[in-house]
T-cell receptor, first 109, second 116 residues
Framework: QKEVEQNSGPLSVPEGAIASLNCTYS??????FFWYRQYSGKSPELIMS????GDKEDGRFTAQLNKASQYVSLLIRDSQPSDSATYLC?????????FGTGTSLTVIP | NAGVMQNPRHLVRRRGQEARLRCSPV?????VYWYRQLPEEGLKFMVY????????ESGMPKERFSAEFPKEGPSILRIQQVVRGDSAAYFC??????????????FGPGTRLTVL
């Protein structure tokens, strides 16, 4: 079983819609959770970090964490074409950071 | 503020040569991580270093790969006797804090290694 699993997509949403990205992780002792955005050929860019159960909002982005279900999600409101990228979920367990393989998002104008 | 810097951005080596990749963390960050990313695959953890110490190298291949983060200067990932399977993007990330709360990682632009 992979440490972090994401639906690889591709996920397509129309401009202005809400994009919902999901991630599950296997290790219950994981402490910190992150969402990164990666454009093709570029490096990952940190979007959100979340450490406790519940929601965390930052602009158009909302991260949700449910440790009991070992589930992390990212909502992108009012999606823009510039949001089209691969979104990586990352989980910190001990000294290591485990990344999912990413969900490809396309926002259609 | 300068972010994480990596050089070279692109590196071409022939089989059997050595590849040396450099990473300068964000100023003030003393925690450095190296990752490898193959096309269409996720980031794979390789090694976690603090100044002058290797903390966790469990993701590093046992042979040909080594990493260091000296007291002065950049962190270096060294690959000896490269093979075609080493062709990948290698990313360095730095963090200001120990693993745990508040330990966001910030990535450099990566070094794309091509082995001919």
């Amino acid at each position: 079983q992979k440490e972090v699993e994401q639906n690889s997509g591709p996920l397509s949403v129309p401009e202005g819609a809400i994009a919902s990205l999901n991630c599950t992780y296997s290790d219950r002792v994981s402490q910190s959770f992150f969402w990164y955005r990666q454009y093709s050929g570029k490096s990952p860019e940190l979007i959100m970090s979340i450490y406790s159960n519940g929601d965390k909002e930052d602009g158009r982005f909302t991260a949700q964490l449910n440790k009991a279900s070992q589930y992390v999600s990212l909502l992108i409101r009012d999606s823009q074409p510039s949001d089209s990228a691969t979104y990586l979920c990352a989980v910190n367990t001990g000294n290591q950071f485990y990344f999912g393989t990413g969900t490809s998002l396309t926002v259609i104008p | 503020n300068a972010g994480v810097m990596q050089n070279p951005r692109h590196l071409v080596r022939r089989r059997g040569q050595e590849a040396r990749l450099r990473c300068s963390p964000v100023k003030g960050h003393s925690h450095v991580y190296w990752y490898r990313q193959l096309p269409e695959e996720g980031l794979k953890f390789m090694v976690y270093l603090q100044k002058e110490n290797i903390i966790d190298e469990s993701g590093m291949p046992k042979e040909r790969f080594s990493a260091e983060f000296p007291k002065e200067g950049p962190s270096i990932l060294r690959i000896q006797q490269v093979v075609r399977g080493d062709s990948a993007a290698y990313f360095c990330a730095s963090s200001p804090n120990l693993p745990g709360l508040g330990n966001e990682q910030f990535f450099g632009p990566g070094t794309r290694l091509t082995v001919l």
